[in-house]
């Protein structure tokens, strides 16, 4: 079924007294790579190319270097699944924007990075689209990323950090994940102006805190975006969120919640980056204005440029990106999420729903090294291990097709020669170099004699 493009559009800052006021570019340094694109801001990563379908009767044939081929986590994960679905969760690619992505991963390939689930085609664009294509600025922004992941133990925490005082925590911090956007975009929601932070780091700490975020960070990028992006049937990769900061001042905006909040946003803006799609500051009062002041200073112009502050009348604004259906009733929105105490404590949206994530469950492989049993708080999966030409790899748990591995690996076989007879031929000339340079000390020696 032929799926509505969302349309890029200009993205402005709403002044809470009223007025758009446009957010002016940025001028920066651009490397060779990104002297052709000279727009700092890019359309929504999700329909960054309209992909279109090749012929069933014609074999797409291309060639990809070494890095590549172990690039696509989704792609190989378990071959029986339809070329459809296989698109909606690995995501179109721009075929221009392909080359530069494959140049990224040799370049990182080169750096000693070894190929794994970092290293998709969307995970490398993100950094890419970050620091406007510039190669040196990406790479510097990617090995960072990896170094903090170890450094911070981000996989260990998926995995082992449990988060018990959650619903506590939801009381004294409203916020929460509830429904999609019209997209199909998921949606996330905090009621700054209910903090009670004094009662917050009674149940909780800052570092807990940050962890959690973390986790939440990783189950949208490896569960809920993946699960949206079945539900909607085309790729999702990016988040629409909602601030209430009604009655917010800067009695609020004390030295812990200060801290949280820069390190949140460090994280983020680092670490996950293009991931939000809009976001919209609603109920934004007079206290607010000049907290918004100072937080501007904290934000880059890419983030800025995807905020729309909002006073109270926001209603309009919300239900042209979310349907009210998916809105909860705080919010001017229908939901109201009775059985589960409240929208914020729902987590409401496809990736709660059972065909869903029954779809999911079989598609996506999971790292547990008990036998394959699926993890509900990391990626769910249940890969079939029947099929004798799939060649796990330890590194990072990605499976790929032995044939397809091993005819990628042949083309290599002449570039290796080749380098071989060149490296040979090097070797050569500087014994002649060696052999030449002796000749001329013992003439110099003669001379002074």
């Given at each position: 079924m032929q799926e509505t493009k969302?349309?890029?559009?200009?993205?402005?800052?709403?002044?809470?007294?009223?007025?758009?006021?446009?957010?002016?570019?940025?001028?920066?340094?651009?490397?060779?790579?990104?002297?052709?694109?000279?727009?700092?801001?890019?359309?929504?990563?999700?329909?960054?190319?309209?992909?279109?379908?090749?012929?069933?009767?014609?074999?797409?044939?291309?060639?990809?270097s070494f890095s590549a081929i172990l690039s696509h986590p989704f792609k190989y994960r378990n071959m029986r699944r339809s070329r459809s679905t296989?698109?909606?969760?690995?995501?179109?690619?721009?075929?221009?924007?392909?080359?530069?992505?494959?140049?990224?991963?040799?370049?990182?390939?080169?750096?000693?990075?070894s190929p794994g689930k970092h290293f998709d085609y969307h995970t490398l664009l993100r950094f890419l689209r970050m620091r406007d294509f510039d190669m040196a600025k990406a790479k510097d922004m990617?090995?960072?990323?990896?170094?903090?992941?170890?450094?911070?133990?981000?996989?260990?925490?998926?995995?082992?950090?449990?988060?018990?005082?959650?619903?506590?925590?939801?009381?004294?911090?409203?916020?929460?994940?509830?429904?999609?956007?019209?997209?199909?975009?998921?949606?996330?929601?905090?009621?700054?102006?209910?903090?009670?932070?004094?009662?917050?780091?009674?149940?909780?700490?800052?570092?807990?805190?940050?962890?959690?975020?973390?986790?939440?960070?990783?189950?949208?990028?490896?569960?809920?975006?993946?699960?949206?992006?079945?539900?909607?049937k085309k790729h999702i990769a990016s988040t629409i969120s909602i601030l209430d900061v009604k009655n917010v001042g800067m009695s609020q905006f004390s030295k812990p919640a200060r801290y949280l909040f820069l390190e949140i946003q460090r994280i983020d803006s680092n670490y996950y980056p293009e991931t939000l799609h809009r976001l919209f500051i609603v109920n934004a009062g007079s206290g607010f204005r000049v907290i918004w002041k100072t937080i501007k200073a904290f934000l880059d112009a890419r983030t800025l440029a995807k905020i729309r502050v909002l006073g109270a009348d926001y209603k309009s604004s919300l239900t042209e990106a979310i349907d009210p259906s998916n809105l909860p009733s705080f919010?001017?929105?229908?939901?109201?999420?009775?059985?589960?105490?409240?929208?914020?404590?729902?987590?409401?949206?496809?990736?709660?729903?059972?065909?869903?994530?029954?779809?999911?469950?079989?598609?996506?492989?999971?790292?547990?090294?008990?036998?394959?049993?699926?993890n509900a708080s990391n990626e769910k999966s249940a890969l079939s291990r029947d099929d004798e030409?799939?060649?796990?790899?330890?590194?990072?748990?990605?499976?790929?097709?032995?044939?397809?591995?091993?005819?990628?690996?042949?083309?290599?076989?002449?570039?290796?020669?080749?380098?071989?007879?060149?490296?040979?031929m090097l070797e050569n000339s500087l014994q002649e170099t060696k052999l030449v340079l002796q000749g001329l000390a013992q003439h110099l020696q003669e001379l002074k004699r």
């Open positions: 969302e349309l890029p559009k200009e993205i402005f800052i709403s002044g809470v007294a009223g007025g758009n006021e446009k957010l002016a570019t940025p001028s920066t340094k651009e490397s060779a790579y990104a002297k052709n694109r000279t727009k700092s801001f890019h359309p929504p990563i999700e329909n960054y190319w309209q992909w279109q379908s090749p012929p069933l009767n014609k074999q797409r044939k291309s060639y990809r296989q698109m909606v969760l690995e995501g179109p690619h721009n075929p221009k924007d392909e080359k530069l992505v494959d140049t990224f991963r040799e370049l990182l390939f080169l750096e000693g990075q990617f090995m960072q990323y990896i170094k903090w992941r170890q450094e911070f133990g981000v996989d260990v925490i998926t995995k082992e950090f449990k988060f018990e005082e959650c619903q506590q925590v939801k009381i004294f911090y409203p916020h929460g994940f509830h429904g999609v956007d019209r997209y199909g975009r998921p949606v996330y929601i905090e009621r700054i102006g209910m903090i009670d932070l004094d009662m917050l780091l009674q149940v909780t700490t800052i570092e807990r805190l940050v962890k959690h975020h973390v986790c939440e960070q990783e189950k949208t990028l490896n569960w809920r975006y993946p699960a949206c992006s079945l539900a909607a919010l001017g929105g229908e939901c109201t999420c009775s059985e589960s105490g409240g929208c914020l404590f729902s987590d409401k949206g496809p990736w709660n729903d059972p065909e869903i994530t029954e779809m999911l469950q079989g598609m996506l492989c999971t790292d547990d090294e008990e036998g394959g049993q699926t030409n799939i060649v796990p790899y330890k590194e990072e748990g990605v499976k790929v097709d032995k044939v397809l591995f091993d005819e990628k690996i042949k083309t290599f076989e002449p570039v290796i020669e080749d380098a071989k007879q060149k490296i040979n």
